[in-house]
């Protein structure tokens, strides 16, 4: 199923004219598909049945409350990287128990707040968050389950902004220290070796660096069990990239492929903490061109979403398919920098980009923009963030309303 299709020449989002919740809503607008938020977390639910995995969404990807709430309620987790994380995921009722938590800066407070909260494991990444958790649990009376997520210098052939499985990157400790700090773990005061964990990267489209990294991680299990420490669970971290332009990818079932023999001839339970495969295309941006603004050989449609609002384009290089709502695929192609507000050459959506000819005023859909779109968007240039609209069949409503000129300065004070 595709929630975002046309219906004659109009873009819908299930049964929802995207042009309608454009007039009701305004633009900038997030609009987001329950049906595909459910297919692509039932996906991995069906892929990994036979192993009954903890599947943990990233928060990361979307933390939209009703998102993390549809999530709850397919049974999900949470994968969580900060208090706030916590926060919204306790907020929208996903169980304690089903949340785990990993971060290369994890500070005291909110390893006490996850140790209070009484989350399911801690993924460690570091000596020193180690020992500074182990005061805070054995202080509280209290022991917290762990594993240590390791580092497997692995290359995972994504961009090097989102590869966190090689050994220049802070995350992790490497896979040559996990024995010794394992035996160190156990010895701990408030501490519980209980997992191994890895998150290789993101927008992985190969399955070859799981292949490894599973294979190391079992032959780690193996060692760890000669020396006593009997860990029976092993987290392998983020999920399937996306096609973002048609492109081949990984599937949830290649990665179940994977991941469920090693976890068996590990003797171990299964984690998961895909993001993007979730919310990626189950969700859009919906932007309206301003301006049409014909420049030295160079046409801009300048729109009202700018990089504040989707932070990839610039950031990664990353590529969006750029689609006019209205299209009856009869009018002429142009090459145009698809561009916004904001006053930064920096700031596109899109450049040199072949799309229909359109006019001031029509509205563009930028596709896939559900995961690390808003959950990554700023006030920069003093821009209220976009708000945020869910959609299930003829339904919609807003799930995060468009932040106003008061709520810019709500939490500043004039010095005097
Ligand atoms: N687990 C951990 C520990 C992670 O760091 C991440 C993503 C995930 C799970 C989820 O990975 P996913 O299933 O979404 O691939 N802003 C970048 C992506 C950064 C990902 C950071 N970590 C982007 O827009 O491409």
């Given at each position: 199923?595709?929630?975002?299709h046309?219906?004659?020449?109009?873009l819908?989002?299930?049964?929802?004219?995207l042009?309608?919740?454009?007039?009701?809503?305004?633009?900038?607008?997030?609009?987001?598909?329950?049906?595909?938020?459910?297919?692509?977390?039932?996906?991995y639910?069906?892929?990994?049945?036979?192993?009954d995995?903890?599947?943990?969404?990233?928060?990361?990807?979307?933390?939209?409350l009703?998102?993390?709430?549809a999530?709850?309620g397919?049974?999900?987790?949470?994968?969580?990287?900060?208090?706030?994380?916590l926060?919204r995921?306790?907020?929208?009722?996903?169980?304690?128990?089903?949340?785990?938590?990993?971060?290369a800066?994890k500070?005291?407070d909110?390893?006490r707040m996850?140790?209070?909260?009484?989350?399911?494991?801690?993924?460690?990444?570091?000596?020193?968050e180690?020992?500074?958790l182990?005061?805070?649990a054995?202080?509280?009376?209290?022991t917290?389950?762990?594993?240590l997520?390791i580092?497997?210098?692995?290359?995972?052939?994504?961009?090097?902004?989102?590869?966190?499985?090689g050994?220049?990157?802070?995350f992790g400790?490497?896979?040559a220290?996990?024995?010794?700090?394992?035996?160190?773990?156990?010895?701990?005061?408030?501490?519980?070796?209980?997992?191994?964990?890895?998150?290789?990267?993101?927008?992985?489209?190969?399955i070859?660096?799981y292949r490894?990294a599973?294979e190391?991680l079992?032959?780690l299990?193996?060692?760890?069990?000669?020396?006593?420490?009997d860990?029976r669970?092993?987290?392998?971290?983020?999920?399937?990239?996306?096609?973002?332009?048609?492109?081949?990818?990984?599937?949830?079932a290649?990665?179940?492929?994977?991941?469920?023999p090693?976890?068996?001839?590990a003797g171990?339970?299964?984690?998961?903490?895909?993001?993007?495969?979730i919310?990626?295309?189950?969700?859009?941006?919906?932007?309206?061109?301003t301006?049409?603004?014909?420049g030295?050989?160079?046409?801009?449609?300048?729109?009202?979403?700018g990089?504040?609002?989707?932070?990839?384009?610039?950031?990664?290089?990353?590529?969006?398919?750029?689609?006019?709502?209205?299209?009856?695929?009869?009018?002429?192609?142009?090459?145009?920098?698809i561009?916004?507000?904001?006053?930064?050459?920096a700031?596109?959506?899109?450049?040199?980009?072949?799309?229909?000819?359109c006019?001031?005023?029509?509205?563009?859909?930028?596709?896939?923009?559900?995961?690390?779109?808003f959950s990554?968007?700023?006030?920069?240039?003093?821009?209220?963030?976009a708000?945020e609209?869910m959609?299930s069949?003829?339904?919609?409503?807003f799930?995060?309303?468009?932040?106003?000129?008061?709520d810019?300065?709500?939490?500043?004070?004039?010095?005097?």
């Amino acid at each position: 199923m595709n929630s975002f299709h046309r219906h004659g020449d109009a873009l819908r989002c299930e049964e929802c004219p995207l042009a309608d919740l454009a007039e009701i809503y305004g633009t900038p607008l997030y609009v987001y598909s329950m049906a595909a938020l459910e297919e692509n977390f039932n996906a991995y639910r069906d892929a990994f049945s036979p192993a009954d995995p903890l599947i943990c969404y990233s928060v990361k990807s979307n933390g939209n409350l009703a998102v993390l709430r549809a999530m709850a309620g397919l049974g999900a987790g949470a994968d969580i990287v900060s208090g706030g994380e916590l926060f919204r995921a306790l907020t929208a009722g996903i169980d304690p128990g089903r949340i785990v938590y990993s971060g290369a800066g994890k500070r005291a407070d909110e390893l006490r707040m996850a140790l209070d909260a009484g989350i399911r494991m801690f993924n460690v990444e570091s000596e020193p968050e180690l020992l500074l958790l182990s005061r805070i649990a054995a202080s509280a009376g209290k022991t917290a389950d762990i594993s240590l997520r390791i580092n497997p210098d692995i290359d995972s052939g994504t961009h090097r902004y989102t590869a966190t499985g090689g050994k220049e990157t802070k995350f992790g400790v490497p896979e040559a220290d996990a024995p010794a700090l394992y035996r160190k773990a156990a010895s701990l005061p408030g501490i519980n070796p209980t997992g191994i964990d890895v998150h290789l990267g993101s927008q992985i489209t190969d399955i070859a660096p799981y292949r490894l990294a599973m294979e190391r991680l079992v032959a780690l299990a193996e060692t760890l069990r000669a020396s006593g420490i009997d860990c029976r669970v092993l987290d392998i971290g983020g999920g399937a990239g996306i096609s973002y332009n048609g492109e081949k990818t990984v599937t949830p079932a290649d990665l179940a492929g994977v991941a469920i023999p090693a976890a068996e001839s590990a003797g171990c339970a299964l984690v998961l903490e895909p993001g993007r495969s979730i919310a990626g295309n189950a969700g859009i941006l919906l932007t309206r061109i301003t301006h049409v603004k014909r420049g030295a050989g160079k046409t801009f449609y300048i729109c009202d979403a700018g990089m504040n609002d989707l932070m990839r384009p610039p950031l990664y290089g990353s590529y969006h398919r750029i689609e006019p709502v209205a299209d009856d695929g009869g009018g002429a192609v142009i090459t145009a920098d698809i561009v916004g507000p904001v006053c930064e050459t920096a700031d596109f959506l899109a450049l040199g980009r072949a799309i229909p000819e359109c006019r001031e005023g029509e509205l563009l859909a930028v596709m896939d923009a559900g995961a690390y779109g808003f959950s990554m968007s700023s006030n920069y240039n003093a821009r209220p963030r976009a708000a945020e609209v869910m959609v299930s069949g003829r339904k919609h409503r807003f799930v995060r309303s468009r932040e106003t000129y008061d709520d810019l300065v709500r939490n500043e004070m004039i010095f005097a």
